[in-house]
DNA sequence: GACTGTGAAGTAGTTCACAGCA
DNA sequence: TGCTGTGAACTACTTCACAGTC
């Protein structure tokens, strides 16, 4: 295996960390903030210095040497993973908890561009949006390809979650974010699920909240 | 460091996948089946079957040697994890998002048990609900002590969530699930945060799929 | 002088491969 | 025969420690 390429393949942890980082530099760009240091970025991202100075450096080309340049350490993250290339992404599902998470000003405001919505109720897109195209589900391959739309939200109910999955990915999407409650697989290397399972979170944090209870019993 | 003890320390990705298949067993369940095989249970999770017979494995105790019998599984997974132990949770920030997601046949139905929930807002606390209590935020302790609650769900905006997420501590919560744009690091290790973090999301996608492409250029 | 950058060392998690069981 | 269960081997990730840089 090669290991001098120019641009080595980083640990998919690290991919997770940074993504996570550009959010956050961006906010604090956004304060005002010019500079920032390691230990800092731990700080705030929860994680210690040594672990966000070794992703950095899987980048090979961000230090001064003393701290980092806010603006610049978040262009050569986007520029780096690619966040440039795909900005788009559409959304399948404009039930309540769909409009609540691409309404701007809303919940999660305007920090990604969802440029189109699709349902397959006409009332639904009836009303109109005045930030984004709404769609029957019949224009969804035309509008992905003529947007040329890579990341798809699926907030559509569990039993047609499934389904609507497939179609993106034959319509050519590459990575999808799963809010309905069902797991979504995808036997395919080349296409990417994070799926946003809530009950699966609850669950998770009583499990961690149990193991360390065990943990501090056996005295470890 | 001892090995032998009753109850082993699973590996914290372990604890995740189980419990996540603790939630599609509950799925299964309802839709009638009785028996799954390892190979199966990892096509539904997306990982091979050796990882999830060794998952199990880490429970000491589930196997006849053929297929898993998922009530038993079930309930097994459950009582090593914990599950039983921490049913309750609260959700502060009725507005939106909080509403959704807590609204029983709603889109995240009734997979979990939010009894109560919190706004600083009266006039979302005067609305009512007929399948959980509504409080004021001066109440929060006073109910969090009384029905036990271990589980945060933070569903207001940015710019109260850490204080939100500081406030539940003192109050005893030891797990939460922050839906609010911001991360939230906590110092304490008795204390355990899982951060739905959709911009974030958003940029792990775009980097997988530029990573992805990036590997097949390099021909690997 | 204080911080970064990074090979090397160490640790944690995953995969293998096969013995054991129904 | 076909599946699980699990030490052992392996791989991936993290942490260390210190040389290099401003």
Tied chains: 1, 2.
Excluded: W
């Amino acid at each position: 295996m090669k290991k001098d390429m120019d641009r080595m393949i980083i640990p998919k942890p690290a991919i997770v960390r940074l993504s996570t980082l550009y959010v956050l530099l961006e906010n604090l760009e956004a304060e005002g903030k010019s500079m920032i240091y390691s230990a800092e970025i731990g700080k705030l991202l929860g994680v210690p210095s040594h672990t966000i100075r070794k992703d950095i450096s899987f980048l090979r080309q961000a230090g001064t040497g003393n701290g980092y340049e806010i603006t610049n350490l978040k262009n050569i993250i986007a520029e780096y993973l690619g966040f440039n290339k795909y900005k788009k992404a559409c959304i399948v599902g404009m039930g309540r908890l769909g409009t609540v998470i691409t309404t701007k000003n809303g919940f999660y405001s305007n920090q990604y561009a969802v440029v189109a919505g699709f349902d397959n109720n006409p009332e639904k897109i009836k009303k109109g949006r005045n930030d984004m195209d709404l769609y029957p589900m019949s224009k969804l391959k035309e509008v992905i390809d003529r947007e040329q739309i890579k990341i798809g939200i699926i907030t559509v109910p569990q039993s047609s979650a499934r389904k609507v999955a497939n179609e993106l990915i034959d319509c050519g999407i590459k990575g999808i974010i799963n809010f309905s409650p069902v797991l979504i697989e995808i036997n395919r290397e080349d296409v990417f699920i994070r799926n946003i399972f809530i009950a699966g979170e609850f669950n998770i944090l009583s499990a961690l909240i149990s193991q360390y209870e065990n943990k501090q019993t056996l005295g470890e």
